[in-house]
């Protein structure tokens, strides 16, 4: 099965679509897109999180992706659409084509992480901001679970049924963010929190102990879980990060 017709069937299937970020979560994390004209979305799937306020925020919206499912949920919405190349990561756009860009959950997915993100420098214009998002490999539990079961948080559909179909084949702590980023000719590279994590997911990859994790998610107040750590360190406690950087001007 090829890649564009595996990511068909993953958007067809409706799991991944998830829910549309209110104002205050699309501010946090796409904050630096807002009002820069044409916007480049790299990866972009079926869009349900932000494509709407983005869209709104925004001159012009181009959403790219190898699935052709994703890009037309990107025309049905009155956005622009472009095909990825499969083998170079390629898209069919001139040099400093874009204000700005988001690349949202999709490097962990790639063969080639940096021919990707090269291919957003050159597309974006001299000073344009680039917002990344990935899963955390630097994020405690994931640490321990490495260190204790030589584990990778591969993130599998169906984790009881069959554990060892994960669609993560990249992996990303902040430092390896970071040098990717600037390997592809960006800079200015900070790396904050984008989804925190909780203390007690320690726990999580732990066997039986697992189940203080459980207990915890049900019962302990958010205080509890001191989620202000990820917002302090979050290499060790974002469960997931997220990059802004630039292009050179």
Known sequence: MSDSR????????????????????????????????????????????????????????????????????????????????IQTSGIAAE?????????????????????????????????APFVVTVPNFGYHAWRIQALLRARVPDEPEDPAGNPFNGVHIRY?????????????GFENITIDSYIRGSVWDVFRVVGPLSCLTSFANRF???????????????????ERIRAVCNKPE
């Open 6 to 85: 595996f990511y068909d069937d993953y958007w067809k299937s409706g799991q991944h679509a998830g829910m549309l970020w209110d104002q205050q979560r699309f501010q946090e994390v796409l904050g630096p897109l807002v009002g820069r004209g044409s916007i480049l979305d790299y990866g972009c799937g079926v869009g349900q999180k932000y494509r709407k306020p983005l869209m709104a925020a925004n001159d012009s919206y181009t959403g790219a992706d190898v699935s052709e499912v994703a890009l037309s949920t990107v025309r049905d919405m009155g956005g622009q659409s472009l095909k990825i190349d």
């Open 172 to 184: 990303f702590s902040a430092w390896t963010l970071a040098r990717m980023l600037k390997m592809a």
């Open 95 to 127: 040099v400093e084509s874009f204000d700005g860009a988001v690349c949202s959950e999709v490097f962990e997915h790639l063969f080639d992480p940096l021919m990707a993100a090269r291919e957003i420098n050159r597309v974006l214009k001299p000073g």
């Open 220 to 238: 302990l107040p958010g205080i509890c879980h001191l989620r202000f750590l990820s917002n302090v360190f979050p290499g060790v406690f974002a």
